[in-house]
């Protein structure tokens, strides 16, 4: 018999092979517009949300109490995404999941202005430590003026955003709620698209990729939640950053792309400082954010 914590373990794996199979299929069907990438994610995630809602909670699940923190929370998590889909896109894989771990680091910064909340020396030489370790990364924005740099940064600021709204509203919201609506807004965004008239009908392995990519995108929060749920948060927490080794192989297999040292490098500064924040916010018994909006 396995215990919780193998248990939680094997599930975040799951969940960060999920994830690196969602970028994998976002950078593979970039010849896409990427609303109608936005809208097949989000239409298709719907089905695994539909699972986890309670059986009597079916009539009205929806109901909620707090419509404006929901739109807030589903509106800052769309632009999250749509920002992280442009970057997949653009830029090598590896290089757009390493900036995504400083998410944390803009959460620190953001409950400074909005939760009023006090930083010690710890967590403020973990967020210098992150910000150094991002402008290695996004280092060839400067040399090669490839400004797609920005899109990861811009996901962790709303990300921010996103984290410090779903603080509030699990107090009181179930998280099969939340989740719907951010999956509502996103479907919704995506299919307003349509108009512009250059959506593409996807071809039979397009689809399956696309269904692929919306069932992944979904099932790996529900996992990443359940992770959490079953074991030490301490134990399980590291392993999302086995998606950068999965991003490193992937990108180089399909896309051939060869890390740079310096890249390697800022990355693993900003995982130090992603984890020193983690272990503080976890002494302070503080709710743990999803990594992926």
């Known amino acids: 018999m396995l215990t919780k914590n193998q248990i939680g373990v094997m599930y975040m794996i799951a969940s960060v092979i999920c994830f690196s199979i969602m970028d994998i299929c976002v950078k593979w069907l970039d010849y896409y517009p990427i609303g109608q990438v936005l809208f097949l994610r989000f239409f298709i995630g719907f089905i695994p949300i539909f699972f986890i809602i309670p059986k009597e909670r079916l009539l009205d699940f929806y109901k909620t109490s707090r419509p404006g923190l929901h739109a807030f929370r589903a509106i800052c998590g769309a632009l999250a995404i749509i ?3 442009f970057g997949l896109r653009e830029l090598p894989l590896a290089d757009v999941v390493s ?3 400083g998410g944390p680091i803009f959460v620190t910064v953001a409950s400074i202005f909005f939760l009023s909340e006090r930083v010690g020396i710890k ?13 290695l990364i996004v280092q060839p924005a400067f040399i090669d003026l490839n400004y797609y740099y920005i899109s990861p940064i811009i996901f962790c600021i709303f990300f921010a955003c996103v984290a410090i ?5 699990s107090k ?9 609506y951010f999956t509502v807004l996103c479907s919704v965004l995506g299919l307003i698209t349509i108009f512009q008239g250059n959506w593409i009908l996807p071809t039979k392995t397009d689809l399956a990729i696309f269904i692929i990519m919306g069932l992944c995108g979904s099932v790996a929060n529900l996992l990443l939640t359940q992770s959490y749920r079953l074991a030490e948060a301490s134990l399980v927490t ?23 040292l310096l890249t390697l490098f800022g990355a693993l500064l900003v995982i130090i400082s992603s984890l020193i924040i983690f272990m503080r916010e976890n002494k302070l018994k ?4 999803n990594p992926r909006p």
């Open 123 to 135: 967590r403020w030489s973990a967020v210098l430590i992150g910000f150094i370790g991002m402008l």
């Open 165 to 169: 709204s779903v603080r509030s509203l």
């Open 99 to 101: 900036l995504t771990f």
């Open 238 to 260: 590291p392993i999302k950053y086995l998606s950068l080794v999965f991003a490193i192989v992937f990108g180089f297999l399909i896309w051939s792309e060869i890390p740079k």
């Open 172 to 180: 009181t919201e179930p998280n099969y709620r939340i989740a719907f």
């Open 83 to 85: 920002a992280l889909f």
């Open 286 to 289: 503080k709710q743990i954010i």
